[in-house]
């Protein structure tokens, strides 16, 4: 079952700011067939502009503990894109699931590259060997970043995307 767009919301407003700019920017480069292009090129320069003065420390975001100030936001945003909250919400939830294959994902092929070989058979030649410390600490990442990556293969599948 999706994410409601308040679970949605909850979830990335937890996330750090360098995640929460990108899947901003991510989100503006999809929406753009339902917005005047001039009005919606001038929209996305304008949030590169900001996002690039937060990354580079010249501004620092402000808190959005004010639930009056986020709503009007909110409704300013929706309003300007010309889409619905649940659309938004709908491709924000595809957006950190595809972020959460993506990190899992490098993370594997990571380890592949390291041990040049996949986790299975890494798995079968540890368990029979003597592991050192960081073979075991390796053999226990990489194990939860291919559980984890076939997970979010199999939301993404089962949302089909």
């Known amino acids: 079952m999706p994410l409601t767009e308040s679970q949605l919301y909850d979830e990335a ?5 360098s995640s929460k700019i990108f899947l901003v920017e991510k989100l503006l480069e999809n929406i753009g067939e339902n917005i005047d292009h001039d009005v ?4 996305i320069r ?15 975001p402000v808190s959005g503990e004010d ?3 986020i709503r009007e936001i ?11 909250r649940e659309v938004f919400m709908d491709e924000m939830a595809i957006l950190l699931a595809k972020q959460q294959l993506s990190d899992y994902s490098m993370e594997t092929d990571y380890f592949e590259k390291k041990y040049g070989m996949n986790f299975q058979e890494f ?3 540890f368990r029979s060997q003597e592991a050192s410390y960081e073979r075991e ?5 990489w194990k939860f970043a291919v559980e984890s990556r076939n997970h979010w293969q199999n939301i993404l599948k089962q949302a089909g995307v």
């Open 67 to 69: 639930d009056n100030m």
């Open 40 to 43: 919606g090129a001038l929209q």
């Open 123 to 125: 798995d079968r030649r």
């Open 46 to 60: 304008e949030a590169k502009r900001r996002s690039d003065e937060i990354r580079s420390g010249q501004v620092l």
């Open 137 to 141: 600490n390796d053999w226990m990442d």
């Open 13 to 17: 407003i937890l996330l750090p700011d």
């Open 74 to 84: 909110h409704k300013q945003i929706f309003s300007s894109l010309l889409i619905s």
